[in-house]
């Protein structure tokens, strides 16, 4: 895969930035005004990127809430290679519907219409008017994880119109600067709010014994390592670890090596080709033993042959449209609905998932390049304590989803292991 990584043309590509610094009601946010600054110099700095100006827009703080939308737009439109979004500011979350608000000058606290709505902004840039191959959304505000939540993509039928064909759209990532339910810093005095201080800094320092580009994972990684307790997030769909914006400033190219000449009378040794682990021949049926040993999950379903399905098996068989030569092993449902189903399922060739607007499929003979995780984190503000949550997360090359918090930590955790175990037999790993 790395061999795949390249620089996003800087002549097809285009950046959106705002940020709104003061407030009439809220806290001011002074780095703010710097964050954008900031940003805007390091990305035209042709060492790390060479945008050039004219393909830079800032919006002014006091036009974000009738400019932002807009720019986003009409960058979408033009870009042909890669959209880069920035919001820094308060974010705000509306409580029942888990939806971000981003902040605005006016905006008054308990009234998430006096706020710029993520929704609006994620609509823009998943319009199948857009010519843009990779958008790359950066978000730092508090509660920013929300944004990585149901507006990311369109899914399977994620596609634009250019020239009367539809395209592709190769990668879209939404980098925040915490979790979920997290707050963001902004150490007053300090330069820079937390998040884009680091960031910045990686740009402009690079990763010692990093690759020469940067991808957006391995931005979210070098930052979460930085600012372990904001739990700065990540949600993707698609190739975006092979699209970067940056050059490693720290990149110190290997010296070359120059050939032996082999011992007189003697032929060099042959290397063996790297492989793929090779998968057991009865891999479906050790799949199926393996769930059927899991200990209980809410909402899993185990299909028998034999049996009668259950509704939950055959709305999953529907939504995920199987080839005639899959077979339905086992279903994960977290939320059902009249026209959606939401859920994870096992079949004899690996698994896929179909979460609203994020669906991908991943095959057993790819566990090798993974991990599957549980994550559990704490929701504040319950009349009588708090109420621990967790939730599965999937990493690979070409995915890194995270499925909604569950109450219930024990079945998630019980699916993690379950997917590693299969991951082990996949590999052959002990």
Known sequence: MADDLRLADPAASYAVLAGVPHYEHL??????ANNVAALAATLSDRGVWGLTPDRIEIVEPEKVGSRFTWAVKEAAEKATDTLLVYYAGHGTPEHGTRELYLGLPGQVQGYVETALRYKWVADKLNSTRNTVRHIVVIIDSCYSGLGTIGYMSAGETLAQVVDGEFRDIKGHAVLTSSAANKLSKAPVGAPYTAFTGELLSVLES????????????????????????????????????????????AYIPPPAETPSRPAEGRTPAPQAPATVPALPPRMPVLVRAELEQMPRVKGFHLVRPGYAESRPVTKARQMHLLSGREELIGVWQWKRSVFDSKSLVFTNQGIRVSDGGVSFQLSYADFHRCTFEYRQFAVPGVEFDTIDKTYLSVWGPDVHWSSPP???????RHLAAALNAIRKTATGEQ
């Open 27 to 32: 806290d001011d946010l002074p780095a703010v």
């Open 206 to 249: 690079g990763i010692a014994d990093g690759p020469a580009l940067l991808n957006v994972e391995t931005l979210h990684r070098e930052i979460v390592r930085r600012l372990p307790d904001q739990l700065p997030d990540l949600g993707a769909r698609g190739s975006t670890n092979v699209v970067c914006f940056a050059r490693n400033t």
């Open 406 to 412: 569950i109450t219930n930590g024990y079945d998630i």
